[in-house]
């Protein structure tokens, strides 16, 4: 193994390791290649997005339907290539980092511009690096953050500034880390590392710059008319390959149901299938019906600090034995999802098969039950499982009360408004809920660290262990691969022992799009590349 720096060149596919010399493959043909016959340049592109963005301000963007809108509007330093989910650069030119992984120094490509016209400087990542770190900013995703040093020290008010991020000139930013972390790379491919102009937030408000975002991307900002649009419009000064099409509409809908009829008629290029229509969607539209296996899991989390599930594993043990994933995917999902066996997907380096012993087993469900205190359900109240409404989760919901009324249990069901929703389950007033997480970068930490570290923003059901704390931060903090994943692994075996959630579904997407687009891929984190996407002539 050779010692030394590693420096990560333009075009070359990523295999990141502590110490030794990798270079990138290419992220795929020119564009012009991969335009069918009779593709035309121009055009409105509607696509369909499942609820209202939370945010377009980077520092806020949390959640699928706003990454989605920010993934046009910004860049950063690295992306992950949309076929593959290999590291790439996208406004680095280069990088490369110190033997132990603590410093790493990012070349930047010259002449990149933002949306207003000016130039993007590593200035322009530093006072972004900070603004998201800013308690004031009050960040849902700073998290991902966390490795700089000054870090915590910003969170607790005791700085201004992540002392670790520096400009050493215009194109040349150097950033170092509070302990060893390899894979702290993967980080600057979220879109909350993404540089915006300290100039329009000072000119609007840093609290207004959700309503007048400005990025590198692809697409800049034109409108935003809350509960029904986002406008979009090519980059002519992008610089990369520019958009084929002259603009996005991201169409907001509340139901599935609504979106899917408006793209029968022509009124949308594309949306999610809705619940009980994949099988009748394949066969209408054939290989415009994407059914992609995703870097995603679907769950039902348990708020561990509240009752029942407080201090009673043996409960949060017996629901985990009690659904029966199999015809969950099978039946209900009709044969388009996978059963989980553990928290972390398939296609993740470092996944385990059969990472947990939960099967559906209703007998040893009521043993459980019963040494939780609550034979045959005899005392515990009424549950009342929560969802997000508007993305299909009413018929996964009642399948899981089904299996729940067989042990004994008396669960109902409360659908809410995702707006709302996240807050709700934050401040404890939704105790057990679904929720699903996709990946933000295709690592096991990425899994294990937002939702079950203790300090964590995301880690909604409040798990609280000492021993995986300490085994998450060894994890990031271990060179060697077959180590790190290792302890990664440990981590999930003792996490779904515990039962903070109850795993059900690995993702697939479920997405139609239509006969006159071409370009259109879903990527294994759910999105569509707009820049990659280009009308046929009919």
Same mark, same amino acid.
């Given at each position: %193994?050779?010692?030394?720096?590693?420096?990560?060149?333009?075009?070359?596919?990523?295999?990141?390791?502590?110490?030794?010399?990798?270079?990138?493959?290419?992220?795929?043909?020119?564009?012009?290649?991969?335009?069918?016959?009779?593709?035309?340049?121009?055009?409105?592109?509607? $696509?369909?997005? !499942?609820?209202?963005?939370?945010?377009?301000?980077?520092?806020?963007?949390?959640?699928?339907?706003?990454?989605?809108?920010?993934?046009?509007?910004?860049?950063?330093?690295?992306?992950?290539?949309?076929?593959?989910?290999?590291?790439?650069?996208? %406004?680095?030119?280069?990088?490369?980092? !110190?033997?132990?992984?603590?410093?790493?120094?990012?070349?930047?490509?010259?002449?990149?511009?933002?949306?207003?016209?000016?130039?993007?400087?590593?200035?322009?990542?530093?006072?972004?690096? !900070?603004?998201?770190?800013?308690?004031?900013?009050?960040?849902?995703?700073?998290?991902?953050?966390?490795?700089?040093?000054?870090?915590?020290?910003?969170?607790?008010?005791?700085?201004?500034?992540?002392?670790?991020?520096?400009?050493? #000139?215009?194109?040349?930013?150097?950033?170092?880390?509070?302990?060893?972390?390899?894979?702290?790379?993967?980080?600057?491919?979220?879109?909350?590392?993404?540089?915006?102009?300290?100039?329009?937030?000072?000119?609007?408000?840093?609290?207004?710059?959700?309503? +007048?975002?400005?990025?590198?991307?692809?697409?800049?900002?034109?409108?935003?008319?809350?509960?029904?649009?986002?406008?979009?419009?090519?980059?002519?000064?992008?610089?990369?390959?520019?958009?084929?099409?002259?603009?996005?509409?991201?169409?907001?809908?509340?139901?599935?149901?609504?979106?899917?009829?408006?793209?029968?008629?022509? /009124?949308?290029?594309?949306?999610?299938?809705?619940?009980?229509?994949?099988?009748?969607?394949?066969?209408?539209?054939?290989?415009?019906?994407?059914?992609?296996?995703?870097?995603?899991?679907?769950? $039902?989390?348990?708020?561990?600090?509240?009752?029942?599930?407080?201090? !009673?594993?043996?409960? *949060?043990?017996?629901?985990?034995?009690?659904?029966?994933?199999?015809?969950?995917?099978?039946?209900?999902?009709?044969?388009?999802?996978?059963?989980?066996?553990?928290?972390?997907?398939?296609?993740?380096?470092? $996944?385990?098969?059969?990472?947990?012993?939960? /099967?559906?087993?209703?007998?040893?469900?009521?043993?459980?039950?019963?040494?939780?205190?609550?034979?045959?359900?005899?005392?515990?109240?009424?549950?009342?499982?929560?969802?997000?409404?508007?993305?299909?989760?009413?018929?996964?919901?009642?399948?899981?009360?089904?299996?729940?009324?067989?042990?004994?249990? +008396?669960?109902?069901?409360?659908?809410?408004?995702?707006?709302?929703?996240?807050?709700?389950?934050?401040?404890?007033?939704?105790?057990?809920?679904?929720?699903?997480?996709?990946?933000? $970068?295709?690592?096991?930490? +990425?899994?294990?660290?937002?939702?079950?570290?203790?300090?964590?923003?995301?880690?909604?059901?409040?798990?609280?262990?000492?021993?995986?704390?300490?085994?998450?931060?060894?994890?990031?903090?271990?060179?060697?691969?077959?180590?790190?994943?290792?302890?990664?692994?440990?981590?999930? *075996?003792?996490?779904?022992?515990?039962?903070?959630?109850?795993?059900?579904?690995?993702?697939?997407?479920?997405?139609?799009?239509?006969?006159?687009?071409?370009?259109?891929? *879903?990527?294994?984190? #759910?999105?569509?590349?707009?820049?990659?996407?280009?009308?046929?002539?009919?």
């Amino acid at each position: %193994m050779r010692k030394g720096k590693f420096l990560i060149i333009l075009v070359a596919a990523m295999v990141l390791a502590l110490g030794v010399a990798m270079l990138y493959s290419g992220c795929g043909e020119e564009k012009t290649e991969e335009k069918e016959a009779g593709a035309k340049e121009g055009g409105t592109f509607n $696509y369909c997005l !499942n609820a209202e963005p939370v945010s377009l301000d980077p520092a806020q963007l949390q959640e699928s339907e706003g990454i989605a809108v920010g993934k046009a509007l910004y860049d950063g330093l690295m992306d992950n290539d949309p076929d593959t989910m290999e590291l790439v650069p996208a %406004m680095a030119e280069s990088f490369e980092t !110190n033997e132990d992984a603590t410093v790493f120094t990012f070349k930047l490509k010259e002449g990149v511009l933002f949306h207003n016209g000016r130039e993007c400087t590593a200035e322009d990542f530093v006072y972004s690096w !900070n603004r998201v770190c800013d308690p004031a900013t009050a960040s849902e995703v700073a998290y991902h953050l966390a490795p700089v040093k000054g870090f915590d020290e910003m969170q607790a008010g005791e700085a201004t500034e992540l002392e670790g991020v520096k400009a050493l #000139d215009d194109y040349t930013l150097e950033v170092t880390l509070s302990y060893p972390y390899a894979d702290f790379v993967y980080h600057t491919a979220h879109p909350v590392t993404s540089p915006i102009p300290k100039e329009v937030v000072e000119e609007v408000g840093s609290e207004n710059f959700n309503e +007048n975002p400005v990025g590198t991307g692809p697409f800049m900002f034109d409108s935003w008319t809350h509960e029904q649009q986002v406008v979009t419009s090519k980059f002519e000064d992008y610089y990369g390959e520019p958009a084929f099409l002259d603009s996005v509409v991201y169409k907001i809908y509340m139901e599935e149901e609504t979106a899917y009829q408006d793209f029968k008629a022509g /009124t949308l290029h594309d949306c999610q299938i809705p619940q009980g229509q994949f099988a009748a969607a394949e066969a209408e539209f054939g290989d415009h019906a994407l059914f992609v296996p995703m870097m995603g899991i679907y769950y $039902y989390g348990l708020n561990v600090t509240a009752e029942p599930w407080k201090d !009673n594993k043996e409960l *949060r043990q017996a629901l985990n034995y009690a659904v029966d994933r199999q015809t969950l995917c099978d039946v209900v999902m009709e044969g388009q999802r996978l059963p989980a066996e553990g928290i972390v997907p398939p296609s993740i380096p470092g $996944y385990q098969e059969g990472a947990s012993d939960y /099967t559906y087993d209703i007998d040893k469900a009521k043993e459980l039950l019963a040494e939780a205190g609550y034979p045959d359900g005899q005392g515990l109240p009424a549950l009342t499982l929560g969802y997000n409404t508007g993305g299909g989760h009413e018929d996964p919901a009642q399948f899981i009360q089904g299996n729940l009324t067989e042990l004994g249990l +008396n669960v109902t069901l409360e659908g809410y408004e995702w707006g709302s929703y996240l807050d709700l389950i934050q401040a404890g007033q939704v105790t057990f809920f679904r929720m699903g997480w996709l990946t933000d $970068y295709p690592i096991m930490d +990425n899994f294990l660290y937002p939702l079950f570290q203790s300090a964590s923003v995301d880690n909604f059901t409040m798990y609280n262990n000492p021993e995986v704390d300490a085994m998450l931060e060894e994890a990031r903090s271990t060179a060697d691969e077959d180590e790190r994943l290792e302890l990664y692994r440990e981590a999930e *075996r003792i996490i779904l022992e515990e039962s903070p959630i109850v795993p059900l579904m690995y993702y697939k997407t479920s997405r139609v799009y239509a006969n006159n687009v071409g370009g259109y891929i *879903r990527t294994a984190d #759910d999105l569509s590349p707009m820049e990659r996407v280009y009308f046929i002539e009919e």
